[in-house]
């Protein structure tokens, strides 16, 4: 007869998931930093003590295992694809005449933020996180699951049990990255350039207490593969991941046609100093999946999305970061 885990470890175990999805998912903290990390120590501990309750989806793993000698290779189930790029309004309306020549005019569009950071897959079966690796070439990437595992926006259980596997941007946001650049510095060590440097080099190292410890967090925004379940457009599949339990970026926007397209990039090219992450652009997909199948692939690319890349923000050196060779 399988003994029975401490009620005490059962209870731990679910409240942090709980207060975990709250904090970290849903923007929407229901404790305090100094609660949580209380009952996370008294998990470990417990943890610690009853080893043989040992679960690889419990909260715990957030702090990070040992660190691995390398990568393994995986080949994604089906590929990680690139995006064509669009640069101005006269490339965006191409794109619309191009869309609405394959599936005629009744056609609407989901426009995303373009993070900066590290894009990955992460894979589930019934339900449980199981692996997670980096895009790669797109067929092939690195399993980082261990690093992956410490980013407390990546849920170990989803709602349902399904199999499936989404794509996502892994972040670090820009008061972490600030933050971290100062401490590099106190040690005399390099700083890293930008966030997304900041993203994947702490996710492309072998020791996961390292990248527990880097604030890094993620936006999903594809489904790769879902069995037993058709959505019908982009954006209710967005909603579907969000109420499995996945941190979807809430500044998304089903638009009606490409003006109310153009008017969303104009509006974030203006707003993108304000948020609390660095984005390189807006992708806008043709929301209805009928019409993305019509449309198809080139070899790389879907033909029902695109990027349309900001101008890179001007960086304003402050004079006591000039050094003054006087
Ligand atoms: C649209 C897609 C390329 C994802 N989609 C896929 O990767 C993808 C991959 C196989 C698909 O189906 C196939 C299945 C088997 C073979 C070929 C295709 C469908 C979509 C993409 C890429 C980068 C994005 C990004 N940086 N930010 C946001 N917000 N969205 C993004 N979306």
Not at 7 to 28: A, C, I, M, P, S
Not at 289 to 313: C, V
Request: proline residues 5%.
């Amino acid at each position: 007869m399988e003994q029975q885990a401490p009620k005490r470890l059962e209870e731990l175990r679910k409240l942090l998931e709980e207060y975990g999805h709250h904090y970290y998912v849903l923007d929407n903290p229901v404790v305090s930093d100094a609660e949580y990390d209380a009952l996370m120590q008294e998990l470990i501990q417990l943890e610690e003590q009853y080893p043989q309750f040992f679960s690889e989806d419990s909260p715990s793993v957030r702090v990070g295992g040992e660190p691995l000698p390398f990568f393994e290779k995986v080949e994604h189930r089906s590929p990680m694809l690139s995006l064509g790029n669009a640069f101005s309004d006269v490339d965006l309306r191409d794109f619309d005449r191009r869309v609405r020549q394959l599936v005629g005019d009744n056609v609407t569009y989901t426009c995303e933020l373009k993070i900066d950071g590290l894009a990955v897959s992460l894979v589930y079966e019934k339900g449980k996180f199981k692996r997670g690796a980096t895009r790669g070439d797109g067929t092939v990437g690195e399993d980082i699951t261990a690093n992956l595992k410490t980013i407390p926006a990546i849920p170990l259980r989803l709602k349902e049990q399904v199999n499936i596997e989404v794509r996502g941007e892994a972040f670090m946001p820009k008061g972490s990255f600030e933050a971290l650049n100062v401490a590099k510095e106190k040690v005399g060590e390099e700083k890293f350039a930008n966030p997304r440097n900041a993203a994947a080099g702490s996710l492309r190292q072998l020791d996961p207490k390292l990248a527990a410890k880097r604030n890094l967090s993620i936006f999903i925004y594809a489904i790769g593969y879902l069995e037993e379940k058709e959505v019908p457009s982009h954006h209710e599949g967005i909603h579907y991941l969000k109420e499995l339990g996945f941190r979807v970026n809430k500044e998304s926007r089903h638009c009606s046609s490409i003006e109310e397209v153009i008017a969303y990039t104009e509006e974030w090219v203006q707003k993108r100093g304000e948020l609390p992450y660095e984005i390189d652009g807006i992708v806008i997909k043709v929301d209805r999946l009928d019409q993305q199948k019509e449309m198809g692939f080139t070899a790389k690319s879907p033909r029902w999305a695109i990027a349309f890349k900001f101008p890179a923000e001007e960086v304003v050196t402050t004079l006591e970061d000039i050094e003054l060779n006087i």
